[in-house]
């Protein structure tokens, strides 16, 4: 009996140690778990019927991870509104679940609605709290069009936050890539959504900053994406926006959900501001084509679809690039920049003949048409017609191909130059 009660008393002592060790485990994973997912939290939903779930401090926005048949039914609800969360194709998918775009709220939410919920496919919710920015201002002065124009910078819009700690990559830009945030149109508090974007990025994707270069608001202000640190400039450090392959790439993400509307005015003249001040800061031609490991025919300025398979940056502003491109070189040449000249030898510009042209053939002439050139023709969408190489030993090409009326841009490209015109087809 003795020796059974010693045996019970010191089976006892284990389990109270094992606890003790299991409670101070418990504490630290937590702690581990809070020090570098300071502003996030999350839960699982795995129930079939429709849910409304409550959070004990207010959250700023939602990332949803699930199996991806999950998200053919599910809808979020909160107050009049309901929502379809949508797939981010930023995001690959891990353990086979995918990841929605960042879900954001113009204030901040006690409580949502979770429908179409499907039997056991569970659903897990990362909430996201950031403390309001307290500076927060679009006042910004006005600029030359042709400087760097003014910008909300980290210091201001990560007010509160952990600052990122990471070995930044500098890169020589090639490319400049337009991407959508996918978000609501109807969103006021940019602020919040940069912040926001900024911990689903680093907290929720494991990144190492937020991953655009820059970010423009539909009220026209530009947020500095991407911190360079001390070593290089904002528009150098290489950021995390392009299919997994950002060297030699500028990612900017205009703000808002642009598949059947247009970014605002505002947003777009920012956007041709900062357009025209890098293309004209490194010599970049809007009309230029830079090869990339995911485009040998990648333009200076494109959309991300333009890399991989997505529907970013929207269809109605992929369709605008064209234009932006236009935008962006009648800009350069206000500032006197003329990006398709030979700095040395003007009388080589080429010419087109005729336009308008109610035929369908025309010539294009040019002391630097040697050798192999290349012509590709464009419709005012951006869309490729025509493309063919010629090898001349005169300094002519004849070009034979039927075109609808309309406005076109004949683009020539050469062993030293690219040309780009305007070609009118006429009745």
Known sequence: MIQSGFLDFFTKSILMGMQFLYSILVFFLLSFSTLFAQN??????????????????????????????????????????TLQPLIDDHVEPTDGLYQSNLIFF?????????SG??????????????????????????????????????????VGLSAPDYERIKTEIK???????????????????VRSFYISHTQVNGWSDI????????????FAGRDPGLMMEQDEVMGAHFCASNNGTLGICMIGTFMNALPTEEALLSLNKLLVWKTAKDSLSPFEVNPHPLNPQLSVISGHRDGCATLCPGD??????HPVREACNHGLENCGVYLFENENNASIMPTLFPNPTNI???????????????ILISDIEGRMVYSS???????????????????????????????????????
């Open 40 to 81: 996030t939290q999350r839960i699982i939903v795995a129930q079939t019927r429709d849910a409304l779930i409550g959070f004990e401090k207010p959250v700023n926005a939602i990332v949803i991870k699930a199996k991806i048949e999950a998200f053919s039914q599910l809808r979020l609800g909160y107050g009049d509104v």
């Open 106 to 114: 113009d204030e901040t939410k006690s409580e949502i609605r979770l």
């Open 117 to 158: 919920l499907i039997q056991s496919v569970p659903v897990e919710l990362i909430l996201i709290h950031v403390p309001p920015c307290e500076n927060a201002t679009s006042e910004l002065s006005l600029r030359n069009d042709c400087e760097l124009p003014e910008m909300i910078s980290q210091e201001i819009w990560r």
């Open 175 to 193: 490319n400049i890539i337009l991407h959508h945030s996918a978000t609501s149109n109807n969103i006021t508090d940019f602020y919040g959504l």
């Open 211 to 222: 991953g655009y270069n820059y970010l423009i608001a539909p009220d026209g202000t530009i």
């Open 316 to 321: 109605s502003l992929y369709k605008h690039i």
């Open 360 to 374: 369908d053939n025309f010539q294009i002439c040019s002391a630097e048409i040697q050798g192999e050139s290349k």
């Open 389 to 427: 190489v010629y090898k001349s030993d005169h300094q002519c090409i004849d070009i034979n191909h039927v075109l609808p009326q309309g406005l076109y841009f004949v683009h020539l490209i050469t062993h030293k130059q690219y040309f780009v015109f305007k070609l009118i087809r006429s009745l």
